[in-house]
T-cell receptor, first 110, second 114 residues
Framework: ELKVEQNPLFLSMQEGKNYTIYCNYSTTSDRLYWYRQDPGKSLESLFVLLSNGAVKQEGRLMASLDTKARLSTLHITAAVHDLSATYFC??????????FGQGTILTVHP | DGGITQSPKYLFRKEGQNVTLSCEQNLNHDAMYWYRQDPGQGLRLIYYSQIVNDFQKGDIAEGYSVSREKKESFPLTVTSAQKNPTAFYLCATAPLGTGNNEQFFGPGTRLTVL
């Protein structure tokens, strides 16, 4: 059974600081997705990582995938309040089925 | 206007009642999925369908049923057998066969049992 674990589960950051969210998974996969969820809202796709060594960047967020280590990271650079949300990683095991991590609740404060 | 629609946005159910949640898409995506999200938790897969008239159970299918009579529609019925149905329900779609199985999510239905 595939297990996906994120850490930390809660992250309180000061504006302007950098931090990394980690996503570990238990079974070989080379497809991983990152999503953002605002309170009471649906999920918004952030990044699609489809191979070992993939790196994607959008604004202050950068995601990477190491399939050998079964690890993905979501790096936040110079955090701003607008980045406050819950971030999920999801690992694909074939047939388009995704297994989600527990989510990381990010709060950015002045 | 392309996208995924779910209705209703909020739904209240009395114990013992069956209710049906609607999910419609005009993205021409082959695959459709239903997830359940409980407060402070991740998403768990209920059912999924990759082709019309075919669907498979996910991780928590007990107490739920689905149908896929049209490519555009994948309704979810929450039956009285589901003991704790209060949750946020999300429908998703994916194109499949493109090398990228990224899923796109609808706005969700919040179900509360009274």
């Amino acid at each position: 059974e595939l297990k996906v674990e994120q850490n930390p589960l809660f992250l309180s950051m000061q504006e302007g600081k950098n931090y990394t969210i980690y996503c570990n998974y238990s079974t070989t996969s080379d497809r991983l997705y990152w999503y953002r969820q605002d309170p009471g809202k649906s999920l918004e796709s952030l990044f699609v990582l489809l191979s070992n060594g993939a790196v994607k960047q959008e604004g202050r967020l950068m995601a990477s995938l190491d399939t050998k280590a079964r690890l993905s990271t979501l790096h936040i650079t110079a955090a701003v309040h607008d980045l406050s949300a819950t971030y999920f990683c999801a690992v694909e095991m074939g047939y388009g089925k995704l297994t989600f991590g527990q989510g990381t609740i990010l709060t950015v404060h002045p | 206007d392309g996208g995924i629609t779910q209705s209703p946005k909020y739904l209240f159910r009395k114990e013992g009642q069956n209710v049906t949640l609607s999910c419609e898409q005009n993205l021409n995506h082959d695959a459709m999925y239903w997830y359940r999200q409980d407060p402070g938790q991740g998403l768990r897969l209920i059912y999924y369908s990759q082709i019309v008239n075919d669907f498979q159970k996910g991780d928590i299918a007990e107490g739920y049923s689905v149908s896929r009579e049209k490519k555009e529609s994948f309704p979810l019925t929450v039956t009285s057998a589901q003991k704790n149905p209060t949750a946020f329900y999300l429908c998703a779609t994916a194109p499949l066969g493109t090398g990228n199985n990224e899923q796109f999510f609808g706005p969700g239905t919040r179900l509360t049992v009274l």
